[in-house]
């Protein structure tokens, strides 16, 4: 393993010369270590990951970038001159440009638009529309979305192309330093391997990018360099072929955490839930059956339909046909709080805008299904306190009280108690819909072995994942999905190139 220099002088040619270092950047909050004496370099033509646990500090480096906030301490050189970020104007100046997870595009603005939005093209104060046009559809050609609309309106984009057009709007403002934080987060596998095409493309044309992520095969596919961040502090650079996945997780977490997934010492018992012809507008003719104490997995490329199979069985997505049983209890269909009440909990993909209500405490969010039935679907009739912090412990939830506002815990800390609140509930069934999208691998461990402890304990899960290792690692059996229907179905110690190419299938053939 090695550390490297950052004291040294960089070496003299263009080529070689770092456009953007920190030195002995640090920030205090009260009771809170966000950073100290951080150390960074970046080179033209790199991708530099970031990598840690949630709170290790990367969010606050890169806002410290961005001009967001501002360091009690340490030095930022770009292309070896000493900035000073004191706002997000003097960064863009800069020729830094800034891609999160929340992208900041105008929906109701074009592609165009949006592309040369801050750099807009004209003369005496008139926006010159060809003009944009023109410079968004050749910015565009140059990384690969030359298909895209410079006309159409943002809004009717998908994320992908969404994240193109914030790519697009760097380039166009002539940024040399693109941060891209956790960009993979809402994508589907085809739409990454597009991102990391672009990527490529950027590199070549001497970008430098500085790239957030949780998952470990992103970075070992993309990244040069892994600085590791844990407690606020950078506690080694690697190079690609010293960033093995156990050596970051040792980094991260202190320890070495050994197999990520637990061993598959379950033993399923009789059906639980059974899926017989479930169709709608995203899904055909659907049959399946997962045991208690069984991890079924669902796998399928982008438009398979796992997402729209776990909604229709838990009432959320209208089906037209077919039926869903529990413990040979038919559950009246189109409707969630006749799933609910059968037995069936949904952790959905979307934690911030469907899991929990942000604005509401951990209390009232781990009790959000307890306080609307009655207490015969109750697993526990308490006090809504014992009831909310037995949940709550049973999780291993780290927050300071229970009136804790949730969306200030970690994303670790918020899947536990949407995952928390079905177990205030006599849960037969628990649909798991990415449930470690956005979080970190020391994190995603916890959340492993709580699924895991789960099956054990009685409970049927039906397990979406777009990482597939997620999906073998976890799963009893998987479900392969195409087009809306079933193409067949692998045992858990399938390999990820059985599953991909049972996904490739097309769903028509029988």
């Not at 530099?48 to 969010?59: D, F, P, V």
């Not at 770009?78 to 992208?103: C, N, W």
């Not at 037995?343 to 509401?360: A, N």
Request: hydrophobic residues 40%.
């Amino acid at each position: 393993m090695s550390s490297m220099d950052l004291a040294e002088p960089a070496p003299k040619t263009e080529a070689g010369r770092p456009v953007l270092q920190a030195f002995g950047l640090s920030k205090q909050y009260p009771g809170v270590r966000a950073l100290a004496g951080i150390d960074f370099d970046l080179m033209r033509g790199e991708v530099h990951c970031l990598i840690g646990e949630n709170g290790a500090g990367k969010s606050t480096f890169v806002k410290i970038l961005a001009g967001a906030i501002q360091p009690d301490s340490g030095e930022i050189f770009v292309r070896g001159t000493k900035a000073e970020m004191h706002g997000p104007r003097d960064a863009k100046e800069l020729g830094l440009a800034f891609i999160f997870q929340e992208l900041s595009v105008v929906d109701g603005l074009t592609v165009a638009e949006n592309i040369v939005l801050g750099s807009e093209p004209g003369r005496r104060g008139r926006f010159d529309a060809k003009s944009a046009t023109d410079t968004a559809r050749n910015i565009l050609l140059g990384i690969g979305f030359d298909a895209l609309d410079p006309d159409i309106r943002v809004g009717r984009l998908s994320t992908a192309e969404k994240q193109a057009v914030m790519i697009a709007k760097a380039l166009c403002a002539n940024a040399d330093v693109i941060v891209m934080d956790e960009p993979t987060s809402p994508l589907e596998e085809q739409e990454v391997r597009r991102l990391f095409q672009v990527i490529a493309t950027l590199k070549q044309q001497g970008k430098a990018i500085i790239y957030v992520s949780h998952k470990m095969r992103e970075i070992e596919e993309i990244g040069d360099r892994v600085t590791v961040f844990k407690d606020g502090a950078r506690v080694a650079t690697l190079t690609r072929a010293e960033a093995t996945p156990r050596e970051l997780i040792r980094l991260m977490v202190g320890r070495d955490l050994g197999d990520v997934f637990p061993v598959k010492d379950r033993q399923p018992g009789s059906p639980v839930l059974k899926v017989r012809g479930l169709s709608g507008e995203r899904i055909r003719d659907i049959d399946l059956v997962v045991r208690a104490g069984e991890i079924v997995g669902v796998a399928g490329l982008v438009g398979a339909g796992r997402t729209e199979l776990l909604r229709s069985i838990f009432g959320a997505d209208e089906v037209s046909d077919g039926s869903v049983s529990v413990d040979g209890s038919p559950v009246p269909a189109n409707s969630v709080r006749a799933a609910i009440a059968a037995g069936i909990g949904l952790v959905p993909e979307e934690r911030r805008g469907q899991g929990i209500v942000g604005v509401l405490s951990v209390f009232d969010n781990v009790l959000l299904p307890w306080q609307e039935f009655p207490a015969s679907r109750r697993e526990n009739s308490g006090a809504p306190e014992a009831v909310a912090r037995h949940a709550v412990e049973s999780m291993n939830v780290k927050t300071p009280t229970l009136q804790q506002r949730i969306s200030l815990l970690s994303g670790g800390n918020q899947q536990k108690v949407v995952v928390g609140k079905w177990l205030t509930m006599k849960t037969r069934v628990l649909l798991l819909d990415e449930p470690t999208r956005g979080i970190d691998i020391g994190a995603k461990r916890e959340i492993y072995k709580l699924i895991h402890d789960l099956a054990k304990a009685g409970l049927a899960i039906l397990l979406v994942s777009s990482e597939l290792p997620e999906v073998l690692g976890l799963c009893d059996r998987i479900i392969v999905l195409n087009n809306g229907q079933v193409v067949g179905e692998l045992p858990g110690d399938a390999s990820e190139a059985e599953v991909i190419e049972l996904s490739m299938l097309h769903g028509d053939q029988p």
